[in-house]
């Protein structure tokens, strides 16, 4: 059977995608190739968490590995450590700044800024890091994570929600990456308060101790809690790289590469100024 390109792997899963959806079975599929992927990326962000007929998971997964291909992977050697840009700090060979998509990243594990709901972004095309991971593992993400989050209602209730700092980890899928780490960070609403850098630290924490008891050796982490839930960036960098620098001086040998996963030019300058 001939392969099919990259152009037929899109129009064939907008396709199917749409006759997968009661409300957007009808809907009329743009001719430009652009909107065809924002189409195709809405449909995947609102699926529920529901079995997929296997041949179509093979097309997702091969269209999407294309995607993160076309867009670049970016491996360990690829990015230098903080020591290499001239920083004195304890851990500066094991520590790294990198600006740009986490999506791209070949690591052990990258780290996801959840909800507590943990299935995903709902939002069609939302920018956020939670949309762009899952969009991008594919809809084999949300179904593992709804899985267990069934198995934690059944232990807990079904009313049962992820609290705040408590890591889960499932597999990357068509990401580059091993794994990924979700985490609900901590919201703010009037104000920083201890409690609320007690638990931003706690994410860091405990990500760490669940890359360590699971042998990842790598792991880039978002700026968590600093979008929606609106923790101040240059609180959370300094909670950030403290609580790294501690974890590591206890756990010494057991993270390879600890990677600050920045978005802006900002954020960037903020972790270097910090990372001197």
């Given at each position: 059977m001939k392969e099919m390109t990259q152009k037929e792997r899109l129009d064939y899963l907008v396709e199917e995608f749409k006759a997968d959806s009661v409300q957007y079975r009808d809907l009329e599929t743009p001719a430009d190739e652009e909107e065809k992927k924002r189409l195709l990326r809405s449909l995947?962000?609102?699926?529920?968490?529901?079995?997929?007929?296997?041949?179509?998971?093979?097309?997702?997964?091969?269209y999407l590995r294309?995607?993160?291909?076309?867009?670049?992977?970016?491996?360990?050697s690829d990015i230098p450590t903080i020591a290499d840009l001239g920083s004195c700090h304890a851990f500066a060979d094991r520590l790294s700044i990198w600006q740009g998509d986490i999506t791209r990243l070949a690591v052990d594990a990258i780290v996801n800024a959840a909800n507590a709901q943990m299935l995903g972004c709902f939002q069609p095309c939302h920018s956020c890091i939670d949309n762009c991971i899952h969009t991008f593992a594919g809809v084999q993400l949300r179904a593992e994570c709804d899985r267990q989050m069934r198995k934690l209602r059944r232990c807990y209730g079904r009313d049962y929600e992820q609290p705040t700092a408590v890591p889960m980890l499932t597999d990357g899928y068509n990401l580059p990456a091993r794994k990924v780490v979700h985490i609900v960070g901590p919201i703010v609403y009037d104000g920083l308060t201890p409690e609320l850098e007690k638990e931003l630290a706690d994410c860091y924490r405990s990500t760490l101790d669940l890359c360590a008891e699971n042998g990842?050796?790598?792991?880039?982490?978002?700026?968590?809690?600093?979008?929606?839930?609106?923790?101040?960036?240059?609180?959370?960098?300094?909670?950030?790289?403290?609580?790294?620098?501690?974890?590591?001086?206890v756990h010494d040998g057991q993270m390879d590469r600890v990677i600050f996963n920045v978005f802006s030019d900002k954020d960037r300058t903020i972790y270097e100024r910090y990372l001197q």
């Open positions: 995947m962000n609102i699926r529920m968490p529901r079995p997929l007929e296997e041949h179509v998971l093979e097309i997702q997964d091969e294309e995607r993160i291909r076309e867009n670049g992977i970016v491996t360990l990842l050796r790598s792991v880039a982490f978002c700026s968590i809690s600093t979008g929606v839930f609106r923790f101040p960036k240059e609180n959370a960098s300094k909670i950030a790289i403290q609580t790294v620098t501690n974890w590591l001086t």
